[in-house]
């Protein structure tokens, strides 16, 4: 952890537990219930997460309420060790974010010295004022931690809560990234275990997704460390076209390559055996 967010004392998850801790994202906006906006955020969320080592359950739109939001997040600590929100952050009346997580946990909210400090330096290098409305996002849930923003003014947020971690973050898509990259990846690390992730595709040519879909389901169910999915391309009848990938992860060294590409060889086997023509087949680490 860089300065700023502190060192928080999070245990480090226990190696001899094969399966990968929780995570669920909550992003907080009426915008996204409205359709306005599209989100992006959780998305990103959820492929820094997998590939950090957590297995994302759940993501869930939330408007702009704070009895919404706390009952969300309520439910989330229940379940995932890993609680991101994104949005509702900021100096406006409807940036409830911070509000609901304290509702949620039962604590207040409360000036924090850290957070104005990054505040009005944010402020104070482009020569304004430290308003009401900016003060705001010094205020945090008592516990809380702030993350510093290097792009924006609002501090990102981490909660300790028992064994739950709780972070919320900017809804500015570049703001919740520069965060997450700069601060939150590091501290997530410790707390996942060190996982590798290999992922393969196969390209398929002449088989509908209907006709390769039992295949596909039998070797997901034969194999619940992989993740496997075929997104259809061409048309389903006259001229399919089938990108099949297949994520498999392990924290066991060699065990993600082998899986994975052990599933894309039987998947080769079957497409061909349907009639189907294999145009690509690639393996890597994923990005
Ligand atoms: P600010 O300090 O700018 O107010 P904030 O944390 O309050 O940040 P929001 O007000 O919730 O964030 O969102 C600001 C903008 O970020 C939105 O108008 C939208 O353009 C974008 N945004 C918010 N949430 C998402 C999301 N989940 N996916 C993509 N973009 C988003
Ligand atoms: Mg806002």
Known sequence: MRAGTGDPAVPPHSPSTEEPPEAWILAIGNELLIGRIVDTNSAWLARRLTFLGFRVRRIIKVPDDVDDISLELRRAIENAKVVITTGGLGPTYDDKTLEAVAQALGVPLELNENALKMVEKFYSEKGLPLTPERRKMALLPKGAKPISNPVGAAPGVLLEWND?????????PAEM?????????????????????????????GV??????????????RNPEAYIKSHPKGHETRSPILDVRVLASSPV???AEEKAEEIAARIVEEARRLGGEVTERSCGRPD
């Open 164 to 172: 739950r971690i709780i972070i919320s973050l900017p809804g500015v």
């Open 177 to 205: 990234k520069a965060i997450f990259d700069d601060h939150v990846a590091a501290l997530l690390q410790r707390i996942a275990p060190p996982r590798k992730l290999w992922e393969c595709r196969v390209v398929i040519k």
């Open 208 to 221: 509908p997704e209907s006709t390769l879909a039992p295949v596909l389901d039998d070797l997901a169910r």
């Open 253 to 255: 060294e060699g065990k």
